[in-house]
């Protein structure tokens, strides 16, 4: 039986969990994700000061970090920095959080993040980052871009799924990755255990010229093809089912290590190079 940890008067000290986005600081998701999950423990809230949407798993290390303490909707405060979510969840396990956080959960994005598009999501960074410092963590998304009252369904997932983690744990390395369809929280939804599908973009770009007449590039804008196989969460989240996906900070392809083995590669350390002239 493990002991609750205590403030040194032998009372119970409250699980902690960190909350980050990339949608912003005052966005409907997260705030809607805080109050959820107030429910079972402390919850600080650490995000970028506006929305750093598909800014990927950068971090901010060539100019300085400001961090203000904000007043939320609830009339709770919060915490935003100028930086991007990996930095928060920096900030917020290093600086800001008066214990090593229990969980970390990133969401509620607004829009998936779905098979291979996580890369690019600063949502599913900031469950990485989590799991980089060793500590259980989440991303969770709704599968709509329109704005109102979308999160109740993925809400009441989130700390349903916190829960199941706080009192399970995770393997190390390990983050979950979980898509909600939008919905109020009376909504009941089959839920998929799943592993990433093939969203591929075509890719568009967009030449403009400015006032000077000098050209400027617009990305975006493609709509993405999906491999809808299955078992993947893209074909769960076509279905109208809740997705969670584990995801492993190990990216090594072990399938095609013999394969490349066979290239020889120590023939190159092997080989002479002959002086240049």
């Known amino acids: ?111 998936a993040n779905l098979g291979w598009e996580l890369t690019y999501s600063g949502t599913v960074a900031g469950a990485m980052e989590g799991a980089a410092f060793g500590i259980p963590s989440f991303a969770i998304s709704v ?49 998929a255990l799943t592993h990433l599908g093939i969203r591929r973009y075509p890719g568009r770009v967009q030449t403009r010229k400015d006032p000077m007449g000098r050209s400027y590039y617009w990305l975006g804008g493609d709509v993405p093809t999906d491999g809808l196989e299955e078992g993947t969460d893209l074909l769960a989240a076509s279905e109208g089912q809740i997705s969670v996906t584990p995801v492993h900070l190990d990216l090594t392809a072990y399938a095609s290590l013999e394969r490349i083995k066979g290239w020889s590669l120590k023939t190159f350390s092997d080989r002479k190079v002959a002086p240049q002239s």
């Open 143 to 191: 599968t709509t871009y329109e704005d109102g009252d979308v999160f109740g369904l993925a809400s009441n997932f989130a700390r349903f799924t916190a829960q199941r983690i706080l009192s399970e744990g995770l393997p190390d390395g390990v983050f979950l990755n979980i898509n909600v369809p939008p919905g109020d929280g009376g909504d009941v939804t089959e839920v």
């Open 1 to 111: 039986m493990k002991a609750d940890r205590s403030d040194g008067y032998n009372r119970p000290v409250s699980k902690l969990i960190l909350v980050t986005n990339d949608d912003g600081i005052h966005a409907a998701g997260i705030l809607e994700l805080k109050k959820s999950l107030s429910a079972l423990g402390d919850v600080v809230v650490v995000a970028p000061d506006r929305a750093r949407s598909a800014c990927g798993h950068g971090i901010t290390l060539h100019k300085p970090l400001r961090v203000h303490r904000v007043r939320l909707a609830d009339n709770d405060h919060g915490y935003s920095t100028s930086g991007l979510p990996t930095d928060c969840v920096h900030i917020g396990v290093m600086e800001l959080c008066d214990r090593r956080p229990d969980l970390i959960v990133s969401g509620i994005n607004l829009g």
